[in-house]
């Protein structure tokens, strides 16, 4: 019995006798050159990988350090990192004097973006949106212009489909086929809007005129579209619709689109001169 209860006096002794060979390591505020506290920065014991991070006063605690000579790594982002050295002893509490941190001022090298890419279905001016003839830079009017070249090459057979490629803009629902009102609603900067404009001038269009008809789209936004009358337009913007102009040689083109759903569209444009007697 005595030599099981001094095997276990033993035992004891020894594990509280390792356990009390540790130390702590309590470190005095982390600020900036500002005098800031610097809260959530890295106190790293870079020899046992072990440490703690600085609580919203910038102290720390790092308890359970076997004894020895350490170097401390303080880092935060933004800051430069500084390294201190530190000696812990048995059930001692090392304190570590307050340690201020520097910005770290990195000028990043130069970033240089060539561009030469070219939207060939940008149109560069306008002389319906602002009525003149101006350049897009020229132009004060926030507006997307949907030329028929990329319509043509997206196979568009609609106008709702067509109206798609401006941004800022959703249908609200589509074409009753009524004359008169019977045209979609769309949606643009919060406010209801139709295809009100045909070539700059009124012409509601009830979506029957055909994609293949169609030189541009052009949506302005915004309370810009005033200029054309607020009988035509609401404070979202408006929808000018530009048909195809006619030019003096003969010419035209034949299509035919073939998809599934039973899709079959065959279009035909055919420009003839008017000769004057």
Do not use: C, H
């Amino acid at each position: 019995m005595n030599k099981k209860l001094l095997l276990l006096t033993v035992i004891l002794f020894s594990v509280f006798s390792i356990y009390g060979q540790t130390g702590i390591i309590k470190g005095g505020k982390i600020i900036s050159k500002k005098g800031k506290v610097i809260e959530n920065a890295s106190v790293l014991i870079t020899k046992l990988k072990k440490g703690a991070m600085t609580n919203s006063y910038g102290d720390y605690i790092i308890e359970k350090v076997e004894p020895g000579n350490y170097i401390l790594n303080i880092s935060f982002v933004g800051y430069k990192s500084q390294k201190v050295a530190v000696s812990v002893k048995n059930n001692e509490t090392t304190t570590v004097s307050a340690i201020t941190l520097i910005e770290s001022q990195e000028q990043l090298s130069e970033v240089v973006v060539n561009g030469n890419k070219r939207n060939k279905f940008a149109k560069k001016t306008s002389q319906f949106v602002s009525k003149m003839p101006l350049n897009q830079l020229e132009n004060p009017q926030v507006y997307n212009s949907i030329s028929g070249e990329l319509l043509k090459e997206q196979v568009v057979t609609n106008l709702n489909d067509a109206i798609k490629n401006a941004t800022g803009i959703t249908r609200l629902w589509e074409s009753t086929g009524r004359g008169g009102d019977g045209a979609e609603y769309y949606s643009l900067r919060g406010f209801a809007v139709q295809p009100s404009l045909l070539n700059g001038l009124p012409g509601l269009n009830n979506g029957g005129l055909d994609p293949s008809n169609i030189e541009r789209i052009e949506v302005i936004k915004g309370p810009s579209g005033t200029l054309y009358g607020s009988s035509l337009i609401s404070y979202g913007g408006l929808i000018n619709v530009v048909t195809k102009q006619p030019y003096e040689t003969f010419g035209g083109e034949i299509s035919y689109t073939s998809g599934s759903y039973g899709l079959n569209r065959v279009t035909a444009d055919i420009n003839t001169p008017s000769w004057g007697g």
